[in-house]
């Protein structure tokens, strides 16, 4: 009989460790089971000593572990393909060392081929995929670790990576259409502030030279043009930093500081809350954001995570404090006993037909297959909503720009309508 260690959840959804004698792993989680507790990680400790024993080879695999962790940030496409190719392998039954080393050989020199190498090792000596795959958060986030974990401790290590696998296409599938959708008017609105600070460092000076030299009284209008115009080129008095330094240079500048107020607790709330509340990109937010915690959640509750552990991890991933607020009044209301649709509720972050859903998942035992269906609504409805953001930005960003150039000709035009009256009086 072998000896085995665990992690588990109780009933109140708090973290208990301990060991366990079984002849087999299935034995184990049963056992684990009958004591009311739901195990997220099991590990058979006496193959471990074996290792460790044999020679010292145990040592020699530890002392290399730190040496393989050269792994880093993985590409969400390479991520997913790999998942899906591991999935398959598996699927046809393959022992899982085996496909770690064929899916590792095959990969190009990177970052994802040394991450895969720290990972066969880990598990060759005896280590659990999850458990290794927790060893490189950069690559595996905590969302991956906890389902293969459920896929291991379950038996359905196949189900679980080709359930991730289809989680990470449509969220990927998500993530596309959105940047795609903003890719044309960052370009266009790009393009156009190159020209319009050409237009004001080198054309508009020399407009000012001719208004100069015939002395012309300039309207209001072209004389903030004129100021705005030396500003850009740098050639006020006085002035050390040209305007177009400022300006070309500004949206790297706001990401940058976009990025080092939101690694502030504080700050990434604020910029959530702000976010949400935006005109017509806040309500894209809303449901790209309800759409990616009911299909993690979903994912994750079907997979056969605890609710309670499920609901932790998709808070951790939901990406936006309001979200992870509500999702922890969700978490304690649950601990003590009550419901998932009433805290919801209470949060007015989502729209009733989720909350509504949600509560009809709760009363019929099929929470994770509602939460799915809400997740392929709100998707829709994202679709949707970039479709029309697009065109509506079209239009308004014709307008703008239609509307700036317009002001500059004028403003360069009135000038010169009383340069032609003023000759054809003195002609006269």
Do not use: H
């Not at 156009?192 to 050409?198: C, R």
């Not at 790297?252 to 604020?270: H, M, Y």
């Not at 552990?309 to 936006?320: H, L, P, V």
């Amino acid at each position: 009989m072998a000896t085995f260690t665990y992690e588990a959840l109780n009933a109140s959804g708090k973290p208990q460790k301990g060991t366990i004698e079984a002849t087999s792993t299935e034995e184990a989680i049963a056992k684990i089971k009958g004591q009311g507790l739901y195990p997220s990680n099991i590990k058979e400790q006496a193959a471990a000593k074996k290792d460790g024993g044999a020679g010292g080879g145990g040592d020699a695999a530890k002392k290399k572990k730190p040496g393989t962790r050269r792994g880093g940030s993985v590409g969400q496409k390479q991520l997913t393909t790999f998942t899906r190719q591991l999935s398959t392998l598996q699927d046809a039954g393959l022992p899982l060392l085996r496909s770690l080393q064929i899916l590792e050989s095959q990969q190009k020199p990177g970052k994802l081929k040394n991450t895969l190498i720290g990972i066969t090792e880990e598990v060759e000596g005896g280590t659990s995929l999850s458990e290794a795959m927790s060893k490189y958060p950069k690559a595996f986030n905590l969302l991956y670790v906890k389902m293969v974990a459920a896929g291991e401790v379950g038996g359905v290590l196949d189900i679980i990576l080709q359930r991730l696998a289809e989680f990470m296409e449509k969220s990927e599938r998500l993530k596309r259409k959105i940047k795609g959708a903003m890719v044309y008017p960052i370009v266009v609105v790009g393009i156009a502030t190159i020209i319009l600070t050409g237009i004001m460092v080198f054309i508009i000076p020399k407009f000012e030279e001719i208004f100069k030299d015939f002395g012309v009284d300039l309207p209001g209008l072209t004389m903030v043009l004129m100021a705005t115009s030396r500003w850009f080129a740098g050639t006020q008095a006085g002035q050390v930093i040209p305007g177009w330094l400022i300006v070309l240079p500004s949206p790297v500048i706001f990401w940058f500081l976009f990025k080092i107020i939101r690694k502030t607790e504080p700050g990434r709330a604020v910029t959530d809350v702000i976010a949400l509340r935006i005109p017509v990109f806040g309500n894209l937010i809303r449901k790209t954001i309800i759409a990616r915690f009911t299909r993690t959640l979903g994912t994750l509750i079907a997979a056969g995570v605890p609710i309670l552990e499920a609901i932790k991890i998709t808070k951790e991933t939901s990406g936006n404090y309001v979200y992870e607020k509500a999702l922890q009044g969700v978490y304690d209301s649950i601990r003590e006993g009550e419901g998932f649709a009433g805290p919801l509720r209470e949060s007015k972050t989502c729209d009733a037909i989720v909350v509504n859903m949600i509560d009809v998942g709760e009363e019929t035992g099929e929470l994770d297959q509602m939460l799915m269906k809400i997740a392929d609504n709100y998707d829709e409805e994202v679709d949707v909503a970039v479709a029309s953001l697009v065109s509506l930005l079209e239009p308004l960003m014709v307008v703008f720009l239609g509307g700036f150039v317009g002001l500059i000709v004028v403003a360069m035009f009135l000038p010169l309508v009383k340069m032609i009256q003023s000759l054809q009086g003195g002609g006269l």
